[in-house]
């Protein structure tokens, strides 16, 4: 529990009954309502000069992503090259946030992104499923931690969570936040990832996101980005929604992280109307809001081409993804 969590949510992780009370007391999300509330947000237009700040701001809240069984440290390194300098002709494009990778890879992108002020975020957990036991789990969060890691992405106990246990989820999750200690003082910052694709309902997605937060997350996180339902307008908006009653309640900003299949210009913008409507300006930076993205970048990086010079680079022109 944070330490400043008002009284009323004191007791509600006390036991698995009391932490079951709490969440299914939670208002019932309306999904007709909450599908036409993101649908109309989409259809929000932005003007040229906000659309620039946007796209800039938009590259700056990317955790510029590579999870694939065949990452090697060359691939990683090359993303790591285009997180210092994502065009190569124009200096003044931002850098992403982060660059996010598996366990063994956060020395190879750790020492590529030394100087740059790009963090590593690295998945862990037994990262994308989650299914191995808490002692594997934690000591692949140290691994990743004691290599440098700045920021760790978990995934919950999806089995866990679904079948009523959350106070197992709960404390898994405070478990790892612990080992998220770095030896001589700070912490990695940690995202912890529900899989709302699994989760079924929309109330299943507001469970686990004050589940989360009263864990002690520092983010909370759409997906993995490996099953067919990831981030959706949707699902965001239910997460927006909970860290702003979240703070109401307990003071504690919380941040939100959509990932999976966010690929367009015209989804990340979608995404910060969403984030500027439900949250405002306190949410509008790459401390408190991230897009977990593997191809999103290239499309920011040829729109912001085209608002400069008036004519598209192409996709060749902007290099790795
Ligand atoms: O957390 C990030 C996701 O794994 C990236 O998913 P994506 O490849 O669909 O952009």
Redesign the pocket.
């Known amino acids: 529990m944070p330490p400043s969590a008002a009284p009323a949510l004191a007791d509600v992780t006390a036991s698995d009954a009391a932490l079951r009370r709490f969440l299914h007391g939670l208002p019932g999300v309306d999904a007709v309502g909450l599908d036409a509330r993101a649908a109309a947000l989409g259809t929000r237009s932005i003007k040229t000069t906000a659309k620039a700040y946007a796209i800039d701001l938009a590259i700056s809240m990317i955790?510029l992503?590579t999870?694939e069984g065949a990452d090697t440290a060359g691939k990683v390194r090359s993303l790591c090259a285009k997180g210092r300098h994502p065009d190569p002709s124009d200096r003044t494009a931002p850098s992403p946030a982060a660059v996010?990778v598996y366990p063994d890879m956060v020395p190879v992108a750790r020492e590529a992104l030394a100087g740059s002020g790009v963090l590593v975020a690295s998945?862990a957990t037994a990262f994308p499923a989650g299914r191995a036991p808490l002692e594997v789990k934690l000591a692949d969060v140290r691994a990743a931690v004691a290599a440098g890691a700045d920021e760790i992405?978990m995934v919950i106990d999806r089995g866990a969570f679904l079948s009523g246990r959350y106070l197992k989820v709960f404390e898994e999750i405070a478990a790892v936040r612990e080992n998220c200690a770095r030896v001589g003082g700070g912490a990695a910052r940690l995202k912890v990832?529900f899989e709302n694709g699994e989760l079924a309902t929309y109330d299943n997605v507001r469970r686990a996101s004050w589940l989360a937060m009263l864990a002690g997350a520092d983010f909370i996180?759409t997906?993995?980005?490996?099953v067919a339902v990831?981030a959706t307008p949707s699902n965001t908006l239910v997460m927006l929604e909970a860290v702003r009653d979240f703070r109401d309640a307990t003071g504690h900003q919380i941040g939100v992280?959509p990932?999976?299949?966010?690929?367009t210009t015209k989804d990340a913008l979608t995404y910060l109307v969403m984030v500027n409507e439900t949250l405002g300006d306190d949410w509008l930076s790459p401390h408190w809001f991230r897009f977990?993205?593997?191809?999103?970048l290239n499309d920011l990086l040829m729109q912001r081409q085209k608002l400069s010079s008036g004519r598209y680079s192409g996709p060749d022109y902007v290099t790795v993804d």
């Not at 997906?223 to 490996?226: A, D, F, L, N």
């Not at 990932?259 to 690929?263: E, F, P, Q, S, V």
């Open positions: 955790d992503t999870l996010c998945v992405d990832i996180k997906s993995t980005g490996k990831n992280k990932a999976g299949g966010i690929r977990g993205a593997s191809g999103l």
